[in-house]
């Protein structure tokens, strides 16, 4: 792409992504108000854009979803744009693409390194043993947990990480389906709501409890 015409090349047409970055790369180059953009600044509109792929995944049309998928590829760019500028560590798209190509390789050895995987248990297996390899420095199974997920979403990877660490969590009996399930959580909401409780506090609290268990567990072995 010409960066000061705006127009793409044959080369370009041929590699949409290629000019993509192109064009966020121009963009931070000749923008003043991308030029000012930082890393933290961008996180907002990446929590924005990754939910409103979300709402087209769940409630869109396809033409939505392409739109939106296009919305959050343009902050990885911008990201990439922006780090590569750093003055100490710079690394560009290039770079996230071939540490990405890397890690995804490692992780299928049943697609390419001969290991053999016929259900997606085996692989899933295959999966975690080769995350494993990759996190040996890491302490506790609650190192790599991102904090700024949502509650509910939080509460579900931990619990997971805390059955890896021996600890069982407890499970409500009567929903038999992800609707009922639904109907249970939002009744506890209106009750929180009748309560005056705040429902993402109450949980987070409880899940700070969780993890003071999962290291109490861990530090006990």
């Known amino acids: 792409m010409d960066a000061r015409s705006g127009t793409f ?30 890393h933290r600044d961008l996180v907002p509109y990446l929590i924005e854009e990754s939910h409103e792929v979300i709402d087209a995944v769940e409630s869109g049309t396809r033409a939505d979803l392409r739109e939106e998928l296009g919305d959050l590829l343009w902050q990885v760019l911008f990201h990439a744009a922006i780090a590569a500028q750093d003055p100490d560590d710079p690394f560009d798209l290039d770079d996230v693409s071939r540490t990405l190509t890397e890690k995804m390789v490692r992780r299928h050895p049943h697609v390419f390194a001969g290991e053999t995987a016929t259900t997606p248990e ?5 999966w975690n043993a080769a995350k494993a390899a990759e996190k040996r420095t890491r302490t506790s199974v609650l190192d790599g947990v991102p904090r700024g997920m949502p509650a509910l979403a939080l509460a579900q990877k931990l619990a997971g990480r805390a059955a890896g660490a021996g600890l069982e969590t407890p499970a409500a009996h009567g929903p038999t389906s992800e609707a009922e399930l639904g109907e249970a959580l939002f009744a506890l909401v209106g009750r929180a709501r009748a309560e005056g409780w705040d429902a993402e506090r109450a949980l987070r609290e409880r899940l700070r409890s969780l993890e003071d268990d999962v290291r109490a567990a861990e530090s006990a072995h």
């Open 122 to 126: 085996e692989v899933l297996v295959h």
């Open 9 to 38: 090349d044959a080369e370009t047409a041929r590699d949409p992504l290629r000019a993509a970055a192109d064009t966020m790369r121009a963009v931070r180059e000749r923008c003043v108000w991308s030029q000012q953009i930082t």
